[in-house]
């Protein structure tokens, strides 16, 4: 286990009004994931997560490499946008500092 304080993980979870809005996540995520293809170093990875508990609860976990910086970054603030029509949208920034790799 290696201690690091690169990179950032944002988190944007959304609980949808209703189980019928899975499709607007996916598309959601289809859109940004596209559009990241124009900026590859923008982050490391994005997935999308669903909760065992609640169909209708919903999380983004954008990697970014290295941090953008303090506060809210553009990336995230434009899926938080696009998510609020579709239920209660909760963003938060955070800064790894214990990585294990399984691989090592």
Known sequence: MQ????????????????VRDTD???RVFQEMTAELK??????SSVMLCRSRLSE???AFFLHHARSPGT???VIGQKLA???RSAGLVHRREW?????HDAGS
């Open 3 to 18: 201690t690091t304080h690169e990179g950032q993980v944002e988190v944007v979870v959304v609980r949808l009004k209703s």
């Open 24 to 26: 607007v996540v996916r």
């Open 38 to 43: 124009q900026f590859p170093d923008a982050l």
């Open 56 to 58: 209708n609860d919903w």
């Open 71 to 73: 506060g809210e970054t």
């Open 81 to 83: 946008e696009a998510l």
């Open 95 to 99: 800064t790894p500092c214990l990585v």
